[in-house]
């Protein structure tokens, strides 16, 4: 199955529908079922200790299954996340982007899930993991 | 086990550590093992058709969970959430503030997890249920 | 919404459709929304120390949802689990049956999630809670 | 970090701690944070429509990242599951075993996570995939 939307396309999408929240995401890479979004971290996304916090972390690997859908099947600004399920496994580094890693584990014609691992930029062990199931309105 | 922080004493901790977010949230009510706390829903919550963005419902499962934590065992700014589950279920009302009921329902010496019902004030179906699971660091 | 099976015809269609595990469950009240269900915990359960298999308290929950859902829509024995969390909170009681308490939170066209609390008969402290979320198929 | 229980110590492990499940499951490969458990299905594992149960593949998934644990880090019978997250993405081949593909995320001193790929062995497509939490008790 190959893409509908590319990288160019995505970006346009994230700009037009989440004009809040589209400056603080870069889309590194996008190919069939896999997709690469970084969050750029600034001081809005961090807590005490100088750490990422949770709801930027969530914001970042939901954002990043919805691409990797939309970038399948096409721009459908309705989609909704039904469930996520997220373990945070380590602190994140405060002063690099983090970066979340997206697969696509299924798109059937109603529900899709992805599964997201995040690391800071520049380290390989992962500071999260999250797996998301979104419903796919009709076409 | 009786409350060691009572809502006047989590009110001034959540100014004192989380400045960035505490006017946000609102203690409604605290009691043992059992917290609420509310969202005053604003524009920077909200998502393309006035919904309530997954993030800030993220944000507020977490933070009402934490409190509900420290308010039996006192504060301790470093207890850390290793793991969420939280399912959508319906649209919350975008005009009406959000209520996340917490109950704890483990309170271990080093795991909590607490269950959290989301709903918007004035509406019974929920909008969204969530289970964390916060470390405790030693006292 | 009134229920569309009772007691009676959940108990038939325990047997009839799920012969290999019928004998393990006793479905002890069913209104609607909720329903228990009690696991008849024997040796085949248990696991070193005495304590009730992870797997046979997913069992027990997810079994509880789908007779939940089954109550409220009538049988449709394809109903598909996509989705379980479950948090293990505390060691069951070997020598006690498990009850599981099942909340319908959402019961959609597509769509259905149930909370559960699990514990040993007789204790009030919950062994487990878990969340299950079924595919229906169309009717 | 090497490992300290190789396949075959892995095995004696299996047949000695869990006699009652230890014939279901064969060790297909482990390494460093890694590790291949397969279900040899039966007749017992199987639900109606020929799909392998629901409780079958948690608890596959479970004795998996178990014993991924366990090679790293010895013998501790008593290291027990804290939480799982499981989605059921495709109906399994009811004719063929299930490999549960497992990858240690974290280990640290209290808390190890894995994350698991089932699928039906000579097939691509994984039919669930799950992420288990243990507590490890002290040394």
Redesign the interface.
């Known amino acids: 199955m190959p893409l509908t939307m590319d990288k160019a396309a995505l970006d346009a999408f994230l700009v037009e529908?989440?004009p809040?929240v589209a400056e603080e995401f870069v889309i590194d890479a996008v190919e069939e079922n896999a997709l690469k979004l970084r969050l750029v971290v600034s001081e809005?996304h961090l807590?005490?200790?100088g750490t990422v916090?949770?709801?930027?972390m969530?914001?970042l690997a939901?954002v990043g299954v919805y691409l990797a859908i939309l970038a399948m099947i096409g721009p459908r600004?309705?989609a909704?996340?039904?469930?996520?399920?997220?373990?945070?496994?380590?602190k994140p580094a405060a002063e690099r982007d983090l970066l979340a890693e997206v697969r696509l584990?299924?798109l059937g014609r109603?529900?899709a899930?992805g599964?997201v691992?995040l690391h800071s930029v520049g380290r390989d062990a992962?500071v999260a993991?999250a797996?998301l199931?979104y419903?796919i309105p009709p076409a």
Chains 1, 2, 3, 4 share one sequence.
Request: charged share 20%.
């Open positions: 529908q989440f809040q809005r807590r005490p200790g916090s949770g709801p930027a969530f914001g939901d600004a309705l909704v996340t039904t469930n996520c399920s997220i373990d945070f496994l380590r584990l299924k109603l529900l899930t599964d691992l992962p993991r797996t199931t419903a």
